[in-house]
């Protein structure tokens, strides 16, 4: 499956953004779906994950209740609605796919990468 994600840009605190991945190729549905940023000198984190039906969702403590995962298998894309921004958000955003059924938070048990997609937070 192919990603591309987009949605990204420059917002100050407190706002809010939401990313898109469009996903091409055959059977979106098979896929775990998951967001992951990368911030400047560091390693890539996990962000939130979607299971195949969008019936499970999964987040990092630091996100929790400030993102929403939500994916539209009939349209082939995954969402994050990113609400109460901070500067610590700041990264390039990346949307991953998982073939099967388990929802991981490990970035090397996805198979599928975007291209990412630059999110800057201003204080």
């Known amino acids: 499956v192919q990603l591309q994600a987009s949605g990204g840009g420059l917002m100050q605190a407190g706002g809010s953004l939401r990313l898109s991945c469009a996903a091409s190729?055959?059977?979106?549905?098979?896929?775990?779906m998951g967001w992951f940023r990368q911030a400047p000198g560091k390693e890539r984190e996990f962000v939130a994950a979607?299971?195949?039906?969008?019936?499970?969702?999964h987040y990092a403590d630091s996100v929790k209740g400030r993102f929403t995962i939500s994916r539209d298998n009939a349209k082939n894309t995954v969402n994050l609605q990113m609400n109460s921004l901070k500067p610590e958000d700041t990264a390039v955003y990346y949307c991953?796919?998982?073939?099967?059924?388990?929802?991981?938070?490990?970035?090397?048990?996805?198979?599928?990468w975007g291209q990412g997609t630059q999110v800057t937070i201003s204080s």
């Open positions: 991953a796919a998982r073939l099967g059924f388990t929802i991981t938070r490990m970035a090397d048990q996805y198979d599928s």
């Open positions: 190729g055959r059977s979106f549905s098979s896929y775990v």
């Open positions: 979607i299971s195949r039906n969008g019936g499970s969702t």
